[in-house]
């Protein structure tokens, strides 16, 4: 192929056949192609997006570039889910034993943080000995015996976007939905499941930050996953409030695991809907309130918990957690903050602010080569709708000295926003296409 024509028809808004974008992507992933060229077809690219048809076959070349999971073997349903990322989500956690104790396949490749959103893997890494590393025969293999495996980002899948997601970050090219599209739908086709859930956050705390944009992403995700043979189910969800009551690595991970354990809250609710809705697509119940009946059980009956603690245990978790949640790294410093002279509700609480107050507490990270700090993070003691007295604790800030402790809390001075007329709850569910 020409590469420099290639470039020349995004350039000029024309149209690419499947062969070059195959071509472009393996070009990418060896290395053949070099950056200065992948760089100018990405901004090309976003200033002329790729249609439908376009980005489909891009994410079939990218997820080619690669190995695909395959499988075959292994009993059905096969599902994944993704989230686009946000501050406080660590669904994941729970989602995933709760669905394989509900009788589903799950294989999942998770990331990092990005920016203020957390990352799963990150998260997991909390747990002292959790492998993250997972080959594509480890993963099989263990998904084969215990029905879950999950692993962090590994070269061996989609590696064409490791690198063409490398060239948008530091390009400004990001924020294209088709390419957005291609990124997340080729690690999903690599990893092998046919039913896929996707998790759209939309708020302060995500990169859809109204429902118009998440909007755009939720259907164009779910037009080119269809194109490309998925059975895919879409939730749009709420991030302009933290998921949830912890923000911060290893605190994420104590509140996932209270979850298991059957403790209620907005943050359950959203993990037995999701299940629900994963339940309902991948065949295992008529319908989403069937499934989430069907999840609720799970908890209750402590089938999801002994899942969580097997799949642990399988990838080489050295202490039983949930017996021992002491083990978890936990912060020297703790400071309480308590809430101003106000009666009323709370109205809001900035989930993009947050999330920066935990990057900069150690949780997440600056430069792509920093190290997250486990133990550091935020407990937070009350949700939109909650109702405060003047005094009554808003959070716990987990820090590794006083100075950052107080810097965070400056940091969120104005973070929590309050009514004195009644604020009712918000459901973590926006839409669901
Ligand atoms: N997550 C991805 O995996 N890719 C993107 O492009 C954006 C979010």
């Not at 099989?140 to 976007?161: C, H």
């Not at 809907?273 to 989430?292: H, Q, S, V």
Request: hydrophobic content about 45%.
């Amino acid at each position: 192929m020409d590469i420099q024509a290639f470039i020349a028809t995004r350039r000029d808004g024309g149209r690419h056949p499947s062969a070059d974008l195959n071509t472009f992507a393996k070009g990418a992933a060896d290395g053949s192609i070099p950056d200065y060229q992948l760089a100018a077809w990405l901004m090309a690219a976003y200033l002329k997006p790729l249609n439908e048809q376009e980005t489909a076959w891009l994410t079939e070349a990218m997820a080619d570039s690669g190995e695909r999971l395959d499988l075959s073997g292994l009993p059905k349903p096969w599902v994944d889910k993704h989230s686009t990322g946000g501050v406080g989500d660590k669904t994941s956690i729970v989602l995933l034993p709760l669905l394989a104790s509900c009788g589903l396949t799950v294989v999942k490749m998770s990331g990092r943080g990005l920016g203020i959103t957390g990352g799963t893997v990150d998260k997991l890494g909390s747990i002292p000995g959790f492998r993250l590393d997972l080959s594509p025969e480890e993963m099989k293999a263990q998904a084969k015996r215990i029905g879950i495996a999950l692993t962090g980002q590994t070269p061996d899948l989609a590696p064409a976007d490791k690198v063409l997601y490398a060239l948008r970050d530091v390009t400004s090219t990001v924020s294209s939905v088709p390419l957005i599209v291609s990124s997340i739908l080729s690690k999903k086709l690599a990893g092998g499941a046919e039913t896929i859930v996707l998790d759209v956050k939309c708020g302060a705390g995500a990169f859809m930050r109204d429902l118009e944009a998440a909007q755009t992403l939720a259907a164009a995700l779910k037009r080119t996953a269809e194109l490309c043979g998925l059975n895919i189910r879409i939730a749009i969800t709420d991030m302009d409030q933290p998921l949830g009551s912890a923000v911060g690595n290893a605190l994420e991970v104590r509140e996932a695991l209270e979850v298991l354990q059957g403790k209620p809250s907005r943050f359950a609710s959203l993990c037995i809907r999701l299940a629900g809705l994963t339940l309902a697509a991948a065949g295992l119940a008529p319908d989403r309130d069937a499934g989430e009946r069907v999840a609720a059980e799970a908890i209750a009956s402590g089938k999801a918990k002994a899942k969580a603690a097997e799949w642990f245990a399988a990838q080489g978790a050295t202490v039983d957690v949930f017996a021992h949640p002491t083990a978890l790294p936990s912060a020297k410093i703790k400071v309480d903050v308590l809430a101003p002279s106000v009666s009323g509700w709370v109205s809001g609480i900035n989930a993009e602010a947050v999330g920066h107050a935990v990057v900069h507490l150690g949780g997440g990270r600056l430069k792509k080569s920093d190290d997250v700090e486990p133990s550091v993070g935020l407990e937070l003691h009350v949700e939109v709708g909650s109702p405060v007295q003047p005094g009554d604790l808003l959070m716990t800030i987990h820090a590794r000295s006083l100075d950052e402790a107080k810097s965070a809390e400056l940091s969120l001075k104005d973070a929590f926003t309050f009514s004195s007329s009644k604020v009712d709850y918000r459901d973590p569910i926006i839409a669901v296409l």
